[in-house]
């Protein structure tokens, strides 16, 4: 994709990344619930597979929009060390998450005995990443501040999420983080865009 539909897309991207973040958690929340720890031996764990295509297609879109705004913030030589370590760490621990659901529903029919001994890394990596990002995002100015700080605060509601039972609610806040970010980014884009075309060209 290139650099300016990358910007004119992302902000949409975001918008419908996030909106797609919620339903999944809402989804999930509708489904029966699920076991922590003892609870395994008196009911089995929440399948939320039938969900997963929306979790999917809210990490796509919710990356292009992330992809539009790091590029925005680095064409204004405004990302910083604390972005780019984020970025890493958030895309390591997504592909991470990702490639382990893959496997647990291909090879271990939803049961995989090690998902949490690598999810909770990944996880942790993805909301420090995300930190690091919202305040990377923060200091730069390219958005507005209360949109950066609701990402970092939607980012500290993961750390409560659980996909077993109404814990999963609190990822929320992350998916209405991502539709602000993306109506700002698209509104300044659509902005800049038009003042472009407005402005005069020189000897007019």
């Known amino acids: 994709m290139g650099s300016s539909r990358l910007l004119r897309w992302g902000g949409p991207a975001a918008i419908l990344g996030g909106v797609f973040w919620i339903a999944h958690a809402v989804a999930v929340a509708l489904m029966p619930v699920g076991c922590i720890a003892d609870e395994c031996d008196i009911r089995p764990i929440r399948d939320s597979s039938a969900a997963a295509p929306l979790f999917i297609a809210a990490v796509l879109l919710i990356g292009a929009g992330l992809a539009a705004v790091v590029r925005r913030a680095r064409h204004a030589g405004r990302f910083g060390v604390s972005g780019r370590l984020g970025l890493i760490a958030a895309v ?4 991470t998450i990702l ?6 529903g291909v090879f271990f029919r939803g049961d995989f005995p090690l998902m949490p001994y690598i999810v909770l890394p990944a996880g942790l990596a993805v909301v420090i990443g995300f930190l690091l990002l919202g305040i990377a995002l923060l200091r730069s100015g390219i958005l507005p501040r209360w949109t950066a700080a609701l990402l970092v605060v939607g980012t500290l509601a993961l750390l409560g999420v659980n996909d077993q039972n109404a814990q999963i609610l609190l990822a929320i806040p992350f998916g209405i983080a991502w539709v602000a970010v993306g109506y700002v980014f698209r509104e300044g884009e659509r902005s800049g865009r038009a003042e472009a075309t407005s402005t005069p060209l020189p000897g007019t």
Do not use: F, Y
């Open 92 to 95: 390591t621990g997504v592909v």
């Open 99 to 104: 490639g382990a659901g893959l496997m647990q």
